[in-house]
Every structure is written in C-alpha cells, then in structure tokens.
C-alpha cells in the first residue's frame, strides 16, 4: 500500500515540505483512539530472540532510525511504534540554527537516494531535552554536533555543551563530526582534533556517577589509513563503539538528472561503500568494538549484509522513506529466520 498509493503521492511534493507534513499528520493521527495500538500490531515484532545487549543497553531489536529524521525530538514515541528498537535524534547544536538556506533536500528517484545539505538545522539541546522529559520507554540515542558559527578551534566546547544538557535524557550519545554540510567540519575527523575531542567527552563522562556510551558516526569516504586511524582512537579513547556510515560526496554511477546537487548522498547508491567500511572495521580491529551499520538499506538482503559484514545493529533512513515502515518489520523477521 505505501509504495503504490501513499510514497507516490507524497513524492509529488517538495521532500522537505512533507517531510513536515508527515510529521503533523502521524502526530495527529497518533491520538485518535486505537491508532496506535493498530500501528504497533502492524509493525512490530516482539520476539526475545530479537534483543540486544550492547555497551551496556538492552535493545528490544536491532532495527534503529538514523540521526536526521528526527532532529528535534518531536516525533520519536510516534515513530517507536513503526517497530524500531531505538531511535537516534540530531544531530543538535547548543544553539538553535536555520541550517542552509532552501532549496536544501532532494530526491534522486532513478538511483533510490536523497541529497541533503540541510545543515544542522535544529531548535537547540535545550528544546529537545523539553520534549525529551516526557520520554517513558523509547531507547534514544542523542547525535551532538558544534554550531555553524563556532570555530573548529572551539568546537569541543559545543560537543561538551550539547554532551552535558542531554546527559540525563538520552541512552547513548553519538559524536557527529561527518556531515558535509558544515564547513569544515569533516577536519575534525583527522586524528589529533579527533583524538582530543573523544578524550574531553570521556573525561566529562567519567565526572557522572554512571557513564554514558559514546559513539563515533563517521564518513565513508574516509581511506583505509584513516580508517586504521578511527580504530587506534577508538581504543584509545575507549568509547563504545562507531556508526557506520554518515552519507557521501561521490557521485560515480547516479542516473538522476539532479545528481550534481551539493551535499550528502545517502540511499542506496551508498549501501556497498557502508559495507565495504563496516567490514573493515570489523576485521582490522578483531570486532574489538560494536558497530551500527547505516547506508543503503532498502530491503531485508541489505540489512543481513550490514550485519554479515560485522554490524551489532543497523540503522535506516533513505530506505525507510522509500521502502515505507512494512521494510522494519521485514527486517526483524528475515533476523528471526537466521535463528
């Protein structure tokens, strides 16, 4: 039904526009008595065979939304329902920022992918940890990232900040320093920036009476040495573990008219490269630490890929837009196959 009647019906819209919309109309249609029960019955699947344990966190199942649909926190007890172990809101700024100027958001229909260059438009921590406060039983992992504004040189500061706000409403934090769309800020990937602000995370970490998992979100464009690079500071550092991956800047192999568009491309022009990195994190680190695998999963297949390659958990996105949420639920029931 959603691929046939419903995707094609709001994809004749601007993407960023519905996006809006979907979320006022599941909003609203959330409280209509019964609904949610039937959304849940629809969508989940409830089987211990299913959870996860991981750096700490009991997951009910290893299918999460990525970072990027949810940014403020609006919609995240709703979205729960559509069958998703967890979900990641972000990125936030301890600001609140407009991000990009419009049009900033597009759909590549030929190839299944987006490109966006929103960035990190947001309301600020602070306004997310309001809404946060009425969370009673969704998983939320928090993805941080620094202003527009503030200098690299001061970007700690806003990690810190963002880390701090959100420490007691959020069950893991994930460190973004991987979009491509706020200047310069793919630099703090390199390995003494990098190094420095994982170590200021853990040392204010460490100042709470129980910790929190901190993650790494990385690109994929990242070389083999800087790959080696993300795993030495992994350990060193002694965060949790990494995702796997944000989206990309190469283009090679797009059909859609709009391919040169600026930003990050994410979808399943993204799935092979995703595996590609995920597998060699797994393999030159001996699984030394848990990865959740995101980028291109459009189907079953693809996830069991991601999680062939050596992901804990996965995450989507792009797929979920396309593939709509019957895609959760086919997920969670191909895993249970394996068993």
């Known amino acids: 039904m959603y691929k046939f009647f419903i995707r094609p019906l709001l994809f004749l819209f601007d993407p960023e526009k519905i996006h809006h919309f979907t979320f006022f109309f599941i909003k609203l249609f959330s409280k209509i008595p019964g609904i949610t029960s039937l959304i849940r019955e629809m969508y989940q699947v409830e089987d211990e065979r299913l959870h996860r344990q991981l750096f700490g966190l009991s997951f009910k199942n290893p299918v999460g939304l990525a970072a990027g649909f949810d940014k403020d926190a609006k919609l995240y007890r709703e979205l729960s329902n559509f069958g998703f172990g967890f979900i990641e809101i972000g990125t936030l ?3 609140p920022q407009p991000g990009n100027s419009p049009k900033r958001l597009f759909r590549l229909k030929s190839d299944q992918a987006l490109i966006n260059r929103m960035g990190f438009n947001n309301g600020g921590v602070l306004e997310a940890v309001e809404r946060l406060k009425k969370n009673k039983n969704v998983l939320i992992g928090g993805n941080i990232g620094k202003n527009k504004t503030t200098p690299n040189e001061n970007a700690v500061d806003d990690y810190v900040s963002c880390f701090e706000r959100l420490f ?3 069950d893991y934090f994930v460190v973004n320093v991987s979009s491509p769309n706020t200047p310069n800020l793919r630099e703090l990937q390199e390995k003494e920036p990098l190094a420095k ?3 200021t995370l853990q040392l204010h970490n460490h100042r709470h009476p129980k910790t929190k998992p901190i993650l790494l979100k990385i690109a994929p464009d990242l070389t ?3 790959l080696l690079d993300i ?5 060193s550092t002694q ?20 391919k040169t568009e600026t930003g990050g491309l994410s979808g399943k022009p993204l799935a092979k490269r995703a595996t590609e990195v995920i597998r060699f994190l797994s393999e030159k680190s001996g699984k030394a630490f848990p990865i959740i695998g995101v980028g291109g999963i459009h189907s079953s297949e693809d ?9 804990d958990l996965i995450q989507l996105y792009t797929g979920f837009i396309y593939e709509g949420p019957k895609l959760v639920k086919a997920i969670n029931n191909a895993i249970l196959k394996l068993n």
């Open 239 to 258: 965060i949790a573990g990494v995702i796997a991956t944000n989206t990309t800047l190469t283009r090679e192999g797009l059909q859609s008219s709009n």
């Open 303 to 311: 996830a069991l890929e991601k999680l062939e390659a050596g992901a």
């Open 168 to 170: 007691d409403y959020v």
């Open 231 to 235: 795993i030495e500071i992994v350990k």
């Open 197 to 199: 602000l994982l170590k």
């Open 93 to 95: 700024t301890p600001k």
């Open 224 to 226: 083999d040495a800087q």
